[in-house]
């Protein structure tokens, strides 16, 4: 089993931040990617921003340059940090990761339960 568990949302106001962690555990090989999404309230989930094993960093337009995803690979964590977030920010924030559980398994995207963001303006 692979459980993904996100920390660190909260209640902030605009122009403030926040650090978001997401750790994984259980039976795990390797990871080849972590990210994070979101999904506002009648909204559809959306990608925020990607890490590969490699450090290979994608973001999506509207938070480059406010936002900045890490990762440390000894801790199966990736983290997200925002900075001068905005009302339009809140949202309930998923992490997922892309990985392999043994040397022998396929791939497959393992999610975590999301922790809420709210900006208030």
């Known amino acids: 089993q692979v459980q993904l568990v996100e920390s660190g949302g909260g209640l902030v106001q605009a122009g403030g931040s926040l650090r978001l962690s997401c750790a994984a555990s259980g039976t795990i090989f390797s990871i080849n990617s972590m990210g994070w999404y979101r999904q506002a309230p009648g909204k559809q989930r959306e990608l925020v921003a990607t890490i590969t094993s490699g450090n290979r960093i994608n973001y999506v337009d509207f938070v480059k340059g406010r936002f900045t995803v890490s990762r440390d690979g000894a801790k199966n964590t990736v983290y997200l940090q925002m900075n001068s977030l905005k009302p339009e920010d809140t949202a309930l924030y998923y992490c997922?990761?892309?990985?392999?559980?043994?040397?022998?398994?396929?791939?497959?995207?393992?999610w975590g339960q999301g922790t809420q963001v709210t900006v208030s303006s």
């Open positions: 997922n990761a892309e990985l392999e559980q043994t040397r022998w398994s396929r791939r497959y995207t393992y």
